[in-house]
């Protein structure tokens, strides 16, 4: 029995970063990202909660950027517009043309990860907005007044699982490392924007937008796995029930 166990875990350890098979590289990737992630989040979330430095950072650079803001109409106007573009009723329907176009296009198991990734991921949000109820920067003369918390941002959470799915659909049908790598940049420079413009217009710090992208980060990594994953088993499935070409029509077109 003993010396059955090594070779037994050889073969789990080995299965596990296999890119094949329903359980493989895929949900190890997927997972290994999550509780990095969470981590990381856990982490920040402490640091606020007990006050650690990075609190007086989130003041002063709150601070300075409400200052120029107030002085800079034009860039303050563009900013407002980027922010309102980018709320929860944004966010959905931008997913939601993204979806429309996922499910004429056959593409059911992407479809699955964004409706889990976006909508999921603003519900998530929410939970965690009013599991730390942390209070707004507060200004004399505030450019927004919001009633809701701070701490994650909701529009910075939004843009990452967006743009961030949109780039990791991008790269995996691309052709050429330069149209693997281009939509990630793009992506992180529209996420990046979006998290600006929330601390310009003095109604986020900076640490409730670092927050939201790794909770982001880590919410569209697990949703794009497991939809890959319940794919996977779906032609595992189909293979053993001995289909001709271990697809089906809809699994085809995914491809």
């Not at 505030?142 to 949109?166: I, Q, R």
């Not at 003095?202 to 939201?212: E, I, R």
């Amino acid at each position: 029995m003993r010396n059955d166990i090594l070779p037994r875990l050889h073969r789990f350890a080995a299965a596990r970063f296999s890119p094949e098979g329903e359980y493989g590289l895929y949900l190890t990737v997927g997972v290994a990202m999550l509780l990095l992630a969470t981590a990381v989040f856990a982490r920040m979330a402490g640091a606020v909660v007990a006050g650690a430095p990075i609190t007086q950072l989130d003041v002063e650079v709150a601070n300075w950027l409400h200052g120029h803001a107030r002085a800079n109409g034009l860039l303050r106007e563009a900013m407002l517009v980027l922010t309102h573009v980018h709320s929860t009723p944004g966010i959905l329907v931008l997913a939601s043309i993204a979806g429309v176009w996922l499910v004429r296009k056959g593409q059911r198991s992407w479809t699955i990860a964004l409706v889990a990734s976006v909508p999921g991921g603003q519900i998530l949000n929410v939970l965690l907005k009013h599991s730390f109820e942390r209070a707004r920067p507060h200004f004399a003369e505030p450019l927004l007044e919001l009633s809701t918390y701070s701490f994650p941002s909701g529009h910075a959470m939004g843009a990452t699982v967006l743009y961030g799915f949109l780039a990791c659909y991008a790269a995996r049908h691309a052709r050429s490392w330069t149209g693997r790598v281009l939509p990630f940049v793009l992506a992180l420079l529209m996420v990046a924007t979006v998290a600006f413009s929330r601390m310009y217009l003095g109604v986020h710090y900076l640490s409730d937008v670092l927050a939201a992208v790794v909770e982001g980060c880590g919410w569209l990594a697990i949703c794009i796995t497991g939809a890959a994953t319940f794919k996977r088993r779906k032609q595992a499935r189909a293979r053993r029930a001995g289909a001709p070409a271990g697809r089906t029509t809809s699994d085809r077109l995914e491809q």
